[in-house]
């Protein structure tokens, strides 16, 4: 089989550079080249194809009808190019990104990542905290920790641990709170966001039919900072509020716990080898989560 191309490669990206950026010097510029070297790859290229790629304007070089037909699967070559190139980049590096949720980065993995950098003090862990989910097929991230069932689409997800759930508040709170009928007379934080289901923990506490009031928030680490600040009594994770509980931030007022239909995620690409600095990642996790969740 001959893997020859009829027209180079470097000829071919002279040719998408020239027909993006309007002109020889700029594609030179781009490329690293002369603009002469550029020219003479144009002229061999129309020498080859026995057509004439570019039309000689007022206002630069203008892709021709024969070229401006090819150039969106041109650019979606290079664009693939320059992704795997990335990933190769980056399948070298020490740099781990890690996009995960805002309580999830702050509450609970800040903690720890001086403990797996001990372990593996070669790998520098870059965390990226945001409540939306992010596209895993960015050549700029490695892994993400999700919350949710595991059943994202194009995504390959390993559960680090299910949610146990209960309800935590401040402690000054706690003392009005003997039963779980009590929630009717405080305030409950209510967050839009949550997957965490209230009624839930409520028909497994026998009180099923209490109506709950509290103030609103449309973030979970508002929320979460709304519950250390006394302002009401929030629904949530063990393993998320393990450390606040630790040093007294929050309390527990009931012992009653449900375990969640959902849980938190290893998330990748699906079908994307992982290198070792993302499986070495992943391996810590999964120790670190199963003893917080024996705590």
Same mark, same amino acid.
């Given at each position: 089989m001959n893997d020859n191309l009829p027209i180079p490669l470097n000829a071919l990206r002279a040719i998408e550079a020239v027909a993006r950026l309007g002109g020889l010097g700029p594609a030179a510029e781009a490329l690293g080249v002369t603009p002469g070297a550029v020219s003479q790859h144009i002229r061999r290229a129309e020498e080859r194809a026995g057509v004439v790629l570019f039309e000689r304007t007022a206002h630069g070089l203008v892709p021709g009808a024969a070229l401006a037909a090819i150039l969106p699967e041109l650019k979606s070559g290079f664009d693939a190019l320059k992704s795997a190139s990335a990933?190769?980049?980056?399948?070298?590096?020490?740099?781990?990104?890690?996009?995960?949720?805002?309580?999830?980065a702050s509450r609970w993995l800040v903690w720890r990542l001086s403990e797996f950098h001990a372990v593996h003090p070669d790998i520098e862990v870059r965390l990226y905290p945001t409540e939306a989910l992010v596209d895993l097929s960015r050549p700029d991230v490695d892994c993400g920790i999700r919350f949710g069932k595991g059943t994202w689409p194009d995504v390959d997800a390993t559960l680090l641990a299910r949610a146990r759930v209960f309800p935590v508040c401040a402690p000054a709170l706690a003392e009005k709170l003997k039963t779980p009928a009590d929630l009717a007379r405080v305030p409950v934080i209510r967050d839009r966001?949550?997957? =965490? !289901?209230?009624?839930?923990?409520? #028909?497994?506490? *026998? $009180?099923?039919?209490?109506?709950?009031?509290?103030?609103? @928030?449309?973030?979970?680490? =508002? !929320?979460?900072?709304?519950?250390? #600040?006394?302002? *009401? $009594?929030?629904?949530?994770?063990?393993?998320?509020?393990? @450390?606040?509980?630790?040093?007294?931030?929050?309390?527990?007022?009931? #012992?009653?716990?449900? $375990?969640?239909?959902?849980g938190y995620w290893f998330a990748t690409e699906k079908g994307k080898p992982l290198p070792s600095r993302t499986r070495k990642f992943r391996a810590w996790l999964l120790d670190e989560m199963s003893r917080a969740s024996l705590e």
């Open positions: 990933r190769l980049v980056a399948d070298e590096g020490h740099v781990l990104n890690v996009t995960l949720g805002n309580v999830s966001m949550t997957m =965490l !289901s209230w009624d839930e923990w409520l #028909a497994a506490a *026998g $009180v099923p039919e209490i109506a709950l009031e509290g103030p609103v @928030y449309l973030d979970p680490a =508002l !929320s979460f900072y709304a519950a250390t #600040a006394g302002q *009401g $009594v929030l629904l949530a994770v063990d393993i998320m509020v393990d @450390y606040a509980l630790a040093h007294s931030e929050l309390v527990r007022p009931f #012992a009653q716990s449900v $375990v969640s239909e959902h």
